[in-house]
Nanobody, 128 residues
Framework: VQLQASGGGLVQPGGFLRLSCTAS???????IGWFRQAPGKEREWVSC????????YYRDFVKGRFTISRDNAKNTVYLQMNRLKPEDTAAYYC???????????????????????WGQGTQVTVSS
């Protein structure tokens, strides 16, 4: 199984990028998560999309700015990133799971990190 994240680059603050996640598996049948890792920091989840009911989840710091979506005909999952900030600078990874890797805590569901397949990252740099 191969996953590949692409679409990263250098963008000015306030700009936008669209990341793509493609794979050798049929992504429509998998939960897809987007994660990021900045230098010297731990990997953190950004957003995820479940395949069973289409639900989507976002980390608070990207809510209202990032959107995860699927194009099943193209076997691609996107992460549209708008109003980018310097603190969004990181390597972004997509991951796939045949299950529903969610964590339930204090009445809210969050994206877990129990994914079976991980792709290579794509670098996003937000700088003027």
């Amino acid at each position: 199984v191969q996953l590949q994240a692409s679409g990263g680059g250098l963008v000015q603050p306030g700009g936008f990028l669209r990341l793509s996640c493609t794979a050798s598996i049929r992504l429509a049948y998998y939960a897809i998560g987007w994660f990021r890792q900045a230098p010297g920091k731990e990997r953190e989840w950004v957003s995820c999309s479940m395949s069973n009911d289409g639900s989507t989840y976002y980390r608070d710091f990207v809510k209202g700015r990032f959107t995860i979506s699927r194009d099943n005909a193209k076997n691609t999952v996107y992460l549209q990133m708008n109003r980018l900030k310097p603190e969004d600078t990181a390597a972004y990874y997509c991951a796939a799971s045949p299950g529903t890797p969610l964590v339930y805590d204090s009445g809210t569901y969050y994206c877990g990190d129990d994914y079976d397949y991980w792709g290579q990252g794509t670098q996003v740099t937000v700088s003027s």
